[in-house]
């Protein structure tokens, strides 16, 4: 999502650590006498950024990121330069990240509190919250602002396989869904392919909707799908795009993201959200933003 890295992120069999018992002589990363600096984080990530701290494997780095995977998760580091991710972690707020980059292959840690690298140390000391909690939404009111960012949108090419896995979701049919969901799995190109992107906004603009207007099915669909769904991902795209499905599907989301769905009902300027959110990434913004518009109108039963 974030800018073009100096190493790719592999797919995911390829970078998942699988013997954790073999990292600890390989990350001995010097803590005594550390200057902490500050930090902000998603709420997503509180888990790993508080529990015990562990050796997270640097994947790739770009000029305002890094990206880190521990297991099957990806944590992204970046400065405040670029689109707060749910799985970030904003480090030095109002500064750039270190012009020394960390190598490919070289490990930071994260846990009690702190991210802590070979150079550099952050402390958080403030989060921001991953979901975005429903408010009741009429389901004609947001149709219409659903054609109306639709419209927005209208600039950019749909993604093939965007109708599809929304139609799915009307059906209700969980082996649909999964089956039009691996269609779009690492379709195009980058860290996370259009494919992924789009799939990413459909569900959480059908899971946030379902809520804000009280259709419980919605989030019944989601949860019995996600885990196929989620499989598939795992064989088929990078990790960080996996890693962010897997966000989605738990509801958490980019900030420019939940500033979409909060003025889908309502709750923001429509223009200024869907800007925020087509400015995503290189490449993932217009993706994202199509998938949760589409996603909002599989929730409300209709289609734009």
């Given amino acids: 999502m974030p800018g073009p890295a100096v190493h790719d992120v592999a797919r995911v069999d390829e970078h998942a650590d699988r013997h954790v018992e073999d990292l600890t002589g390989q990350s001995n990363v010097e803590t005594a006498g550390v200057t902490y600096g500050p930090a902000v984080a998603s709420t997503a990530m509180a888990t790993a950024c508080l529990g015990p701290q562990r050796p997270w494997r640097v994947l790739g780095v770009s000029t305002h990121v890094w990206w880190c995977s521990a297991d099957d998760a990806v944590l992204v580091i970046t400065d ?79 993604i093939d396989g965007e109708a599809p896995v929304t139609a799915a979701l009307r059906s209700g049919e969980g082996d649909r869904v999964v089956a039009e969901a691996g269609r779009l799995i690492g379709r195009g190109v980058g860290l996370t392919p259009e494919g992924d992107d789009v799939l990413s906004g459909v569900v959480v603009g059908y899971r946030h909707i379902g809520a804000s207007i009280g259709n419980p099915a919605v989030s019944t669909v989601l949860d019995r799908v996600g885990p196929s769904v989620l499989a598939v991902a795992r064989k088929s795209t990078t990790l960080l795009s996996f890693s962010l499905l897997h966000h989605a599907f738990a509801g958490e989301v980019a900030v420019p993201v939940g500033q979409l769905l909060r003025a889908l009902t309502g709750r923001g300027d429509l223009p200024a959200a869907v800007e925020a959110t087509v400015a995503i990434g290189h490449r993932s913004g217009p993706a994202l933003a199509r998938g949760v518009v589409a996603g909002v109108a599989a929730g409300c039963g209709d289609r734009l």
């Fill in 80 to 158: 405040d330069r670029v689109a707060r991710l749910p799985n970030a972690v904003i480090v030095h707020p109002g500064h750039t990240l270190p012009a020394r980059l960390l190598p490919p292959g070289d490990y930071i840690l994260v846990g009690d509190g702190a991210v802590v690298t070979r150079t550099a140390a952050w402390r958080v000391v403030r989060w921001w919250e991953a979901k975005v909690a429903p408010v009741r939404a009429d389901p004609g009111d947001v149709m219409g602002r659903a054609r109306a960012a639709a419209d927005l949108l209208s600039i950019f090419s749909p």
